[in-house]
């Protein structure tokens, strides 16, 4: 039995561009999938950030906080 040239290029078509065709398409939609959310996450990101002043106040009223537990510490021991 004689192979013909059809059936050959209908097996490697079938058995090896088929299945490497359907491989690129799914990595090429996972990759535009997982750029849609690195996307999102470079948007939601910024708003868990504290500014420099809020830090600054955050950062004051804990010393002012310390400033008052020390005053209280000294009216105690110096009792």
Request: cysteine-free; glycine content about 0%.
């Amino acid at each position: 039995m004689e192979m013909s040239t059809y059936l050959v290029w209908n097996v490697f078509i079938t058995l090896v561009l088929a299945p490497l065709l359907f491989s690129i398409r799914q990595n090429s939609s996972e990759i535009k999938r997982i750029a849609i959310l690195v996307n999102k996450t470079r948007e939601e990101l910024p708003k868990y950030y504290a500014t420099k002043e809020e830090l600054r106040d955050d950062i004051q009223q804990i010393l002012d906080r310390f400033d008052k537990l020390e005053e209280k510490l000294d009216k105690v021991l110096v009792k």
